[in-house]
């Protein structure tokens, strides 16, 4: 398998979204953890609304335990 210029610029990219994911779901837990919950709005415009960084944020967040909620309840709480 051969990668262009192009796909590994792609690569790096999304290895820089997954990184800006991590530290910010750090702070989502920090918040959390003040105040009990953090709503999919504030998560969406602390990632600038990078679709991509939101998802991998609320992705990083379950799999620390967290609840993320669903459409319905649009939170994400501490598991208890």
Not at 29 to 58: C, F, P
Request: aromatic residues 8%; positive net charge.
């Amino acid at each position: 398998m051969r990668f262009t210029d192009k796909g590994i610029q792609k690569r790096k990219e999304f290895d820089q979204c997954r990184e800006i994911a991590k530290t910010l779901s750090s702070k989502m837990e920090e918040k959390i953890n003040q105040t009990g919950q953090v709503g999919w709005n504030e998560i969406l415009e602390s990632a600038e609304h990078d679709e991509l960084v939101y998802k991998l944020t609320l992705k990083y967040l379950r799999q620390d335990g967290y609840d993320i909620g669903d459409w319905k309840r649009p939170l994400v709480v501490k598991t208890t």
